[in-house]
């Protein structure tokens, strides 16, 4: 077909067999004859509906993109507040063993020997609360930076996403892509069309 033709030359491939069974079926349908201009206008037409089939893959391929480094980023935080969060608790755990020894030290001279066995009793019992606020307080604390990240890897992709999305609609509708240019037609309708390069 001379439709096949003009594709090779404007695209510099062949027609795509969707794109010829598409063009068939409309030929068919709308009882097109093969020399009929109106072949040629399908194809800007299928070269429009090849845009809008390759939006969806490129806006997912964006938004991967942008939730693998949003995960590359969270990731290193995360890991950095574990480390932050076992530094922690080896110093209080250091602290609490220096306090403890010289609590027993002047608690075992305060009251002599018989006193030891209550004394070391209490002064565990004492050390455990102590490890188990400090480590709430610690878990807390990175919990609520975790849930920051989240929120943040949330936003930020949504954002990049609408934002891809806003501009080619908008390009689309506004008929300002590049090549593109708004004619009338001789009854006063308003077109929008793109030369093929």
């Given at each position: 077909?001379?439709?096949?033709?003009?594709?090779?030359?404007i695209?510099?491939?062949?027609?795509?067999?969707?794109?010829l069974?598409?063009?068939?079926?409309?030929?068919?349908?709308?009882?097109?004859?093969?020399?009929?201009?109106l072949?040629?206008?399908l194809?800007p037409l299928?070269?429009?509906?090849?845009?809008?089939e390759?939006?969806?893959?490129?806006?997912?391929?964006?938004?991967?993109?942008?939730?693998?480094?949003?995960k590359?980023?969270?990731?290193?935080v995360?890991?950095?507040?574990?480390e932050?969060?076992?530094?922690?608790?080896?110093?209080?755990?250091?602290?609490?063993?220096?306090?403890t020894a010289?609590?027993?030290?002047?608690?075992a001279?305060?009251?002599g020997?018989?006193?030891?066995?209550a004394?070391?009793?209490?002064?565990?019992?004492i050390?455990?609360?102590?490890?188990?606020?400090?480590?709430?307080?610690?878990?807390?604390?990175?919990?609520s930076i975790?849930?920051?990240?989240?929120l943040?890897?949330?936003?930020?992709?949504g954002g990049?996403?609408?934002?891809?999305?806003?501009?080619?609609?908008?390009?689309?509708?506004?008929?300002?892509?590049?090549?593109?240019?708004?004619?009338?037609n001789?009854?006063g309708?308003?077109?929008?069309?793109r030369w093929?390069?």
């Amino acid at each position: 077909m001379e439709i096949e033709n003009h594709w090779q030359e404007i695209f510099g491939e062949a027609m795509p067999p969707e794109v010829l069974t598409r063009v068939l079926k409309i030929q068919k349908v709308m009882n097109i004859k093969d020399d009929d201009a109106l072949l040629e206008i399908l194809i800007p037409l299928e070269f429009y509906q090849r845009l809008h089939e390759q939006i969806p893959a490129s806006m997912r391929a964006e938004c991967e993109a942008v939730t693998r480094q949003v995960k590359e980023s969270s990731g290193a935080v995360i890991r950095s507040a574990a480390e932050e969060i076992d530094k922690t608790h080896a110093t209080a755990k250091t602290e609490i063993e220096a306090l403890t020894a010289r609590t027993k030290q002047e608690i075992a001279k305060a009251l002599g020997q018989a006193m030891t066995g209550a004394v070391d009793k209490a002064i565990a019992q004492i050390t455990e609360s102590v490890a188990v606020q400090a480590a709430k307080s610690q878990a807390r604390k990175w919990l609520s930076i975790g849930g920051g990240v989240i929120l943040l890897t949330i936003l930020l992709t949504g954002g990049v996403a609408w934002y891809y999305f806003s501009t080619k609609i908008g390009q689309i509708l506004s008929c300002n892509a590049p090549g593109e240019q708004i004619h009338a037609n001789a009854d006063g309708r308003r077109f929008c069309y793109r030369w093929l390069p």
